[in-house]
């Protein structure tokens, strides 16, 4: 049999199907007419947050066709429109274009100066926290499920250690704009989260490499060299593009073309970082800091400034929406067996665990001030939510015979730490931080 064609920026097998295909538009069209869908039925009914509100609509839609199918499709309708979503790529349209734009969006409005006063804690969340949780994390689920008799290479375990470290920048954004969090600690949160996917994928790659047979990519130093070397790289990169657009950007008085050139470099940047070999992610969260500080340095009223940030805050939740709801339609593609329900129920615990742990050492290490630090290290635990980085890595996973068993695990640790955890975020901050305290009165002025 001939090869099919391949994918011509990963060289991974590109589906071939006789029927019709569905496009990423089309795709993306069905997506936001449920969007809308759930989004008038939560805002009229549930209020609930809205990434966890259409987390669960997905889901009951996904539940609703698997259900549907099993008793008067014998599995077929399920199988095409798994292949449909196959055929849309959507690990590289999570990982080449909404990872760029959303953590770009993200970066535009993070607090720098905070964000330099705890620079330090940052990025050692954001390396030696990432490696932490994974290595606690593979380790754990190892032992965990050769107790109870569904042993998966600790290689493989890795792999998911990996995969699962990483916080995800935009369900993190979208859930603080509704919690009152002290400003540093808000800081810390929002800056790990944009620059530990970095990290993540270095970590990502070397693992199947490891898995693959390759015991020479760990020796000797070298991942912290290929972390460190692809994070300096892509920042680099992400200051020389944002300096210069913000070089070219400061000269025009065009607000239309400010947008051209920020979408250019978010979406360019990306993929020259890549195309060098460093850090994409990092990259564009550089780039979009610096433009952050530029358009500090510019006046509020200024018509292109305002333009921009409201450019980019519609491009956010534009996105925001569509990752989602893809992430609940990933359930079409898994098999929930009572294998996988159990791992499942093993693994989300150990996650919680691994990350109070591989981020609590290093901010005792940081800060000796014991109480503070854990009101901290409490926060950071359950605010550690999973999301479409994780989703799309496990999507890419080759074809093993853990495959399915680790895709299900991903899958169902994202829904916990997005649904459970955002759900209780504010519960959380209350109990650790105290109500916020309303506002005084406005003294009464003379008539």
Known sequence: MAPGPRDSNRGLPCPVSNGPMMSTFDLAA??????????????????????????????????????????????????????????????????????????????????????RQRAWTI???????????ALLFAFGLWALLWLVGEPIPLGWCFVLGAILAPTDAVAVEGLLAHIRLPRTLRA???????????????????????????????GHGRLAEAILVEGLGGAAVGAAAGYLTWWVVRVSKDSSLALTISLALALSTYRAAAALGVSGPIAVVTAGLVLAWALGRVA?????????????????????????????????????????????LLAVPLALLARLASVGGPMLLLDLKVRRTAR??????????RGGVSIALALILP??????????????????????QGLLLPRVVIALYGAPQPAPPAPATAE
């Open 399 to 420: 074809e093993t015979p853990w495959r399915g068993l680790l895709l299900a695990i991903c899958f169902g640790v994202v829904i916990f730490t997005v649904v459970a």
């Open 123 to 133: 990025l050692v969340l954001a390396t030696v926290g990432v490696v932490l949780a």
């Open 300 to 344: 509020e009223h200024d018509r292109w400034r305002t333009s921009l940030l409201a450019f980019w805050s519609m491009v956010d939740d534009l996105l925001n929406t569509l990752l989602y709801m893809l992430i609940g339609f990933v359930m079409l593609a898994i098999d929930l067996s009572w294998q996988a329900l159990l791992a499942i």
């Open 188 to 218: 810390i949160i929002a800056g790990e989260s944009l620059f530990n996917d970095g990290a993540a994928v270095v970590l990502f790659t070397t693992a199947l490499l490891l898995v693959g047979g390759r015991r020479d990519v760990i």
């Open 30 to 115: 069905i997506l936001l007419l449920l969007a809308a869908v759930i989004g008038v039925v939560n805002e009229r009914t549930l209020a609930l947050p809205r990434p966890v509100a259409l987390l669960l609509g997905s889901l009951l839609v996904s539940s609703l066709i698997i259900g549907a199918d099993t008793l008067f499709g014998h599995g077929a309708v399920r199988a095409s429109l798994r292949d449909r979503i196959v055929q849309a790529q959507l690990p590289h349209v999570l990982l080449d274009g909404f990872l760029a734009l959303l953590l770009f969006a993200g970066s535009l409005h993070v607090d720098l100066r905070r964000l």
């Open 376 to 385: 901290a290290v409490g926060v950071l635990t359950w605010a550690g939510l």
